[in-house]
Structure formats: C-alpha cells, structure tokens
C-alpha cells in the first residue's frame, strides 16, 4: 500500500501548525514587549509629570512671602495723593493687602469674589488696596464702588520686600506684622478652596466679562 502522500500531508501539516504556533508565541512576546514598555514610559513620564509639578510650586511658593515672615510698614500714596503708611503694630484685626492694578482683566473677573470677602469679613479684617499702577486708578475705584483705603506709589524696596509684581494676590497679615497667608491670583480652583476656608466665607467665583472687555483683554494679551 502507498502511504507516501498520507505522510507527506502529515508532515505538512505539522510544519504548518509550526510556523503558525512561532507566529503566535512571537506576536505574544511582541504584545508583552510593548505592554512593558508601555508601561515602563508611563511611570517616566508620571515622574516627569511629577518633577514638573514640584518644580512649578517651588517656583510659585518663592514669589510668595513665607508664612512666618514678618515685614515692615508700607510707605505709600492714597488715592487723593496725599503720603500715607500702612502700619500693623496697634491694629485691632489682621490685615488683608489686596494687590491689583486697573488694567488687570483677573482682577476685574474677581471684583464679586473680594466684594464678597469685603462684605462678610469687614469688621473682622481689615482690607486694604494696594494698586502697582496709577492709570486711571481713582475712576477705577469709583466704577467699582471699592469700599476700602487704597494706596499705590510704593517703591521698589517695598515690591521686593512683599514680592510683588503679579496680580492680584492677597496677603494677611496680623497686628504683629507677620504673614499669615498670601495667596496669588483671582480667586479659583486651590486658591479659591483655601480661601474659603480660611475666612470661613462661600465666595461666588469668576465674573464673565462684557464682549467689548474680552475683546480689548485679548488684544492686550
């Protein structure tokens, strides 16, 4: 009896299921490869992620004043331009620097966030403005109907002292004249939260601003 082609065919057929079962241990290993590195990019950039995380609250946390920090009473200008200080040593409340300038779009989108803050801790604190800019300060304050002393004119030595340059921020600060808090930018997300619970106050969030203020914001910006 001839056999020859049954064995042939078995042959074949076993040197098919060959080449397909190194096939398929080959796409398995490729496929664990990958998912390894995969994997093994994902914990990089998560540390990456991470690093550069910590690296930007180092950078914000040193454009703020340290809590602890005491500093020195503020030779200014107010709004009529008369010369004025600003003293901690004898006051009865803490108080709060609310740093802005007129052409500032974050301070106008947080005008309802300090008017609140004003409105339930006044009594409290004691709020006072700080502008680092003159243009068009007192129709500023007239427009907004700023219920608080502001001052602008402060010298260089003071922007350094206080650290600052960006608005808006908050600074508090006690009667002994230490920092108790200082927090930059308008009040949302962390800030926000940590405000709130500092003054114990539910605070409203971001105004929208008119479409003319939009668009004359994103062309200065």
């Keep these: 009896m001839d056999v020859s082609g049954g064995t042939d065919s078995v042959e074949h057929d076993l040197a098919i299921e ?32 991470r690093s550069f995380t910590q690296l930007q609250s180092n950078r914000a946390a040193e454009r703020l004043l340290k809590v602890g920090t005491a500093v020195p009473p503020i030779a200014a200008k107010r709004l009529d331009g008369q010369p004025g200080v600003i003293s901690y040593q004898g006051a009865e409340e803490p108080t709060v620097l609310y740093i802005f300038t007129p052409p500032c779009t974050w301070c106008s989108r947080n005008m309802d966030n300090l008017k609140t803050l004003l409105d339930k801790e006044r009594g409290q604190y004691r709020f006072i403005g700080l502008s680092l800019s003159e243009q068009t300060l007192a129709e500023y304050v007239a427009k907004n109907d700023l219920q608080l002393p502001v001052y602008s004119g402060l010298s260089p030595e003071t922007l350094k002292t206080y650290k600052l340059g960006s608005t808006p921020q908050t600074i508090v600060i006690s009667p002994e004249g230490k920092v108790l808090e200082d927090w930059a930018g308008a009040y949302v997300g962390d800030e926000k ?26 062309e200065v910006n």
């Design 18 to 49: 060959t080449v397909v079962g190194s096939a398929r241990r080959y796409a398995v290993m490729t496929g664990i490869l990958l998912l390894l590195a995969s994997v093994s990019l994902n914990v990089v950039l998560a540390r990456r992620v």
């Design 193 to 218: 939260s940590q405000i709130e619970a500092f003054f114990h106050v539910s605070l409203p969030g971001l105004r929208e601003l008119p479409k003319a203020e939009k668009s004359k914001a994103a």
